[in-house]
Each structure stands twice: as structure tokens, then as C-alpha cells.
């Protein structure tokens, strides 16, 4: 898994399964490389500076990026990644 | 803003980046977009392809498309292949199938990031060695036979869709699914010797329609390289993919001799933005080019932007217009409103720019052309006769300059 920074965001790709993703705005970018430092969604989401009304959107980006196999839950499952 | 209105401005680094290897081809196939045929002396060595794929790794370009010619003829493919995938460049190669032997095959089939494209022009050898040429799709065939049997499944085949093939459609992908494949269609293009055959090869308005909804039945299971998006237009329903022209601002061409080209199908000095020997190598060709700064720029509709079906056609292929005379701000030759039809007649026979790079095989041995050769000393300029009809035979004869040897 890689993730180039773009204008934009950025872009993720996964190697083993030839999948391009795009991040569309550099705090999903922020949230995706920092969710492993977090307990839990809400606190990651806050860490990087996104408005508590638009959690809701970025938690369905989040779910997205979780079916696309992009992120993963934390194997003790207290996060994701 | 949109994804798309970004990928209209440029990104850091290509996101699909086609690199041809080599010009060299033991096929001739009459709709070659890169007219290859004959290796061309400059290309790119050993070393230099390495130092070509280390910016790519720094770039974080994550795949490349490797095509050619053949790129597999060139004896250090497999060396480059391992060197790309050692070094987080991903590779899909594009190839006629000729080096895909039983052994590489399973070499192909143990390693990781590596992707293979199959070239079918036709899903019968009638049609598809027509365009090809005889025999191709024998070693088309016992290429796929052997990836399948190696175990390598969703292998692409890859089809550029023509007159005589879109009714093949179903039969293609049958053929996908018998290999354990997946079928991929493109968009012919009148690049390179393809502009020779365009007029007879394109699509008819009403295969257009044909393929067009063949596309929208098979949905995401088909790919396209997002190359038929000016067929949006015919429909309310959009195909999967990009539409936009992403000429030098998400995809680019890299050609053998290192030249690098704002797509695949624009090989042309009018689309040369920079060379990978330049200094800044080609990171600086794709982030300062001249030429990529004006494609990333706003693009107008010109003569479409009053058409209803402009924001979902966004005025088609570039090289298409390009290399059939149309202003790039026009109608695509294949829109499907019937708009095209008027601006290709004004073009008229032999104005459309011919493509002007050409490493096609010579069918017969060049032809020693009789050379206008002047006896006596000194260069040749100085020989011209004073007065045509003059009657002496030293007209404007100097003696030679002792100083000239």
C-alpha cells in the first residue's frame, strides 16, 4: 500500500490487488495516515482538523475505503488500520 | 471541486504512464498507432530504462503500461521487468503473445505485480490476421493457452474495436471467459500507420450505437482504458470511467528513444513535450513542459460548447481531431451527433497533419534512387551552370580552391 500526495489529497495503491483509490481532500488524507495513532474514528477525525459537521461524510469515505480492503481495523479492533 | 476538475489542471505525476520500449515489432499490424516495425538506434539502453524507472519509483508512479513494438523482443524485458517490480513500479505489458512461451508463462505466473495484455484484433483468425497480419492470432492463441495453463488468470485481451470486429463483441468475450481472462476494448485511433487505414477501419455511426450499448450491458466487467467516453453523448447513462482527455495531465507516453509525448496516440513533434535524457530527466518534462502547462490549462469548447452533450463527451480525442484535421477545440471525427461530419468534408484530402514519425519494416529492400552526382572537384554548389542554355560545356567551371581539399 502506497500513498502519494496530490494536490487534491492523494492517491492510494495497493500493490496486491492493482486497486488506485483517491483520498479527495487533504484532512481524509491527514485521518487515513494518522488513524493508526488514534483510539477511535471520532478522535482521529478530530485530530485532523475535520468540522464535527462533516464527520458523517467522512466516516462513509471511511467505510468505502474499509470494503476496498485501503484501511483495515486495528487487530486488538480499538480503531481501524 | 471535483475529481475530475482537478485531473483537468495536471497531477504531480502521471497516474497511467505508457512507456513503449522499443520500436522494433515482428508484426506489421496495419492500425499501428506508434508505426513500429524496425528498432531505432537510439532507444534507450539497459541503464538508462534503470535510472527511468528509479524517478518513476521516486515519483510514485505506481504501474506503468509497457508496450512497444514488442517490448518482450528486447532482450533485457525480463531484466527491466524484475528491475520495475523490485522497485514499487508495477508493469502491465502489452504483447502479440510471440515470446510467451510455456516456460515464461509460469515465470510470469509466479510474480506479483505484473499484468499481461494480450493483443486480438479479431476473435477469429480471418478478421483478426487481416489487420495483424498472417498467423498472428495462432501466436495470440498459444500465448493465452499457455498463461492458462500456467495458472496466470485475469490476463487482459485486448481488442481495438474496428469495423469488421464489433460484431464479435459477444464471441471476445467469450473467448475472455474461456481463458479465465478479462476482455479489454479500446478505441482505434488514426495514429501512426492507423491514419492510413482509419477511413476504412472506424466504426460506423450505427456500430457506434452498437457498442455503446454492448458497453452499458457488461457494465464494470469490461474494460476500456476509458477510451470511448465520446459515446456519452449517445445516452443519458455514462459509461464507467474518466471522460475527459487526459493528454499530459494524468497520462503521458514515454517512447523508446526516451521522448516523452502527451499520450500514446499523439506521436507527433506538435505533442513532444521533452526527452528523458534532458536534464531534470523526466520528472522535469512531466512538471515544467511548456506544453503539458497549456494542455492543464482551462481547455474551451469552441464549436461544442453549444451542444447539449458536451459535458458528457467534453469534445473527445485529441489525437483523434489532431490526425484528422479537425481544430482541437472542435468536434471529435466520431461524434456521435453527427457534428464532425461537415468539418471533415471542409478538411479536404491531404490536409490533415500525417504522422511524422515512422519506424515501419521496409517490405522491399530500399531502392538505391538515382543521387544527382556533379565529376569534377569542390563541393556540388558550386557546379550549378551560370545560364541554363549555356553551350559551353565549363559553364561556371572555377577551378578548385587549393585551399579546399
Known sequence: ?81 | MKLVDHFQYGLDAPICLTWELTYACNLACTHCLSSSGRRDPRELSTEECKRVIDELQRMQVFYVNIGGGEPTVRSDFWELLEYAIDHQVGVKFSTNGVRITPERARQLAAMDYVDIQVSLDGATPEVNDAVRGPGSFHTAWRAMENLAAAGFTGFKISVVMTRHNVDQLDEFKRIADHFGAQLRITRLRPSGRGADVWDELHPTQEQQRQLYEWLLAHGENVLTGDSFFHLNALGSTALPGLNLCGAGRVVCLIDPVGDVYACPFAIHDEFLAGNVRDPGGFTEVWRTSPLFAKLRQPQTGGACTSCSAYDSCRGGCMAAKFFTGLPLDGPDPECVKGNAERALELVGAGAAPKPDKDHSRRTAPRRRSAVPVSIGWGPPEDRIPDRACDTSPLAGFRLPDPRRT
Open chain 1, 1 to 81: 500500500m502506497s500513498i502519494r500526495p496530490e494536490p487534491f489529497g492523494a492517491l492510494v495503491y495497493d500493490f496486491a490487488t492493482r486497486r488506485l483509490s483517491f483520498l479527495k481532500t487533504p484532512a481524509l488524507t491527514r485521518v487515513v495516515r494518522e488513524l493508526d495513532k488514534h483510539p477511535d474514528v471520532d478522535t482521529a477525525l478530530a485530530a485532523a482538523g475535520v468540522p464535527a459537521a462533516e464527520h458523517d461524510k467522512y466516516v462513509k469515505a471511511l467505510d468505502q475505503l474499509l470494503a476496498a480492503g485501503t484501511i483495515r481495523p486495528l487487530p486488538e479492533d480499538e480503531g481501524s488500520r
